[in-house]
């Protein structure tokens, strides 16, 4: 998929929610539960890994987001991602999921915190739950009005559970042959972004990207 079909197919999943009307209940629910808001920041993440050489593709009839987080299922609507280089193997990209955490690697863990969710990961397994070393790309979604300091102790928390903190390396996108090449300071090194609508969120910025963490002001 080059980057003008993916604009294209993208431009179709809008389309389909245009035609509801401002009233109708699902709209709605959509606006309050953010999920309009992850679809189109999934957009703007499919558009980006096009535009660093990966080829995209859908599987499935139709996109469809999860009531609640849980694991990865092979039959649940996902895209494939596939590097420049194919010889490298394939990513999978899925939508509400939740990721063994790196403390529980560390330790034995049966309590809530073993697992922690993501709104949008691109993978590099097809099934279960994905340890925190599976995720290449993680993406928090805050379509929310007013940006608060929350927000930016829940992501720095996630990031935790993610990676070490450790000198800059190429990410592991970009040591699959995605270009720009970019380098993160974590290990594993898995970008995260935090994709948010409040432009106030723009304050929040500098601290985090010290552990890795892209700052997205995304405002459809």
């Given at each position: 998929?080059?980057?003008?079909?993916?604009?294209?197919?993208?431009?179709?999943?809008?389309?389909?929610?245009?035609?509801?009307?401002?009233?109708?209940?699902?709209?709605?629910?959509?606006?309050?539960?953010?999920?309009?808001?992850?679809?189109?920041?999934?957009?703007?993440?499919?558009?980006?890994?096009?535009?660093?050489?990966?080829?995209?593709?859908?599987?499935?009839?139709?996109?469809?987001?999860?009531?609640?987080?849980?694991?990865?299922?092979?039959?649940?609507?996902?895209?494939?991602?596939?590097?420049?280089?194919?010889?490298?193997?394939?990513?999978?990209?899925?939508?509400?999921?939740?990721?063994?955490?790196?403390?529980?690697?560390?330790?034995?863990?049966?309590?809530?915190?073993?697992?922690?969710?993501?709104?949008?990961?691109?993978?590099?397994?097809?099934?279960?739950?994905?340890?925190?070393?599976?995720?290449?790309?993680?993406?928090?979604?805050?379509?929310?009005?007013?940006?608060?300091?929350?927000?930016?102790?829940?992501?720095?928390?996630?990031?935790?559970?993610?990676?070490?903190?450790?000198?800059?390396?190429?990410?592991?996108?970009?040591?699959?042959?995605?270009?720009?090449?970019?380098?993160?300071?974590?290990?594993?090194?898995?970008?995260?972004?935090l994709a948010y609508i409040d432009p106030a969120g723009n304050s929040y910025r500098e601290s985090p990207g010290a552990f890795g963490i892209e700052f997205k002001h995304l405002q459809p």
């Amino acid at each position: 998929m080059d980057r003008a079909t993916a604009i294209s197919e993208i431009d179709k999943v809008f389309s389909a929610y245009r035609r509801l009307r401002p009233s109708d209940k699902r709209l709605l629910k959509a606006l309050k539960d953010g999920k309009l808001y992850e679809l189109y920041v999934l957009s703007f993440v499919i558009v980006d890994l096009v535009k660093r050489g990966f080829r995209v593709t859908f599987q499935g009839h139709t996109l469809k987001f999860k009531g609640s987080p849980g694991r990865i299922k092979r039959s649940d609507p996902h895209f494939v991602i596939v590097p420049p280089n194919p010889a490298v193997g394939r990513f999978w990209l899925f939508v509400d999921i939740e990721f063994e955490t790196l403390g529980s690697k560390q330790i034995s863990v049966s309590d809530n915190s073993l697992r922690h969710e993501i709104d949008i990961v691109v993978v590099s397994v097809d099934n279960g739950y994905p340890k925190n070393s599976d995720i290449i790309l993680g993406v928090e979604c805050k379509a929310v009005a007013n940006f608060s300091k929350s927000i930016l102790k829940e992501v720095l928390g996630v990031r935790r559970e993610l990676s070490l903190l450790q000198s800059p390396t190429p990410s592991l996108l970009s040591a699959f042959g995605g270009k720009p090449s970019l380098s993160i300071p974590a290990d594993p090194a898995s970008e995260y972004w935090l994709a948010y609508i409040d432009p106030a969120g723009n304050s929040y910025r500098e601290s985090p990207g010290a552990f890795g963490i892209e700052f997205k002001h995304l405002q459809p």
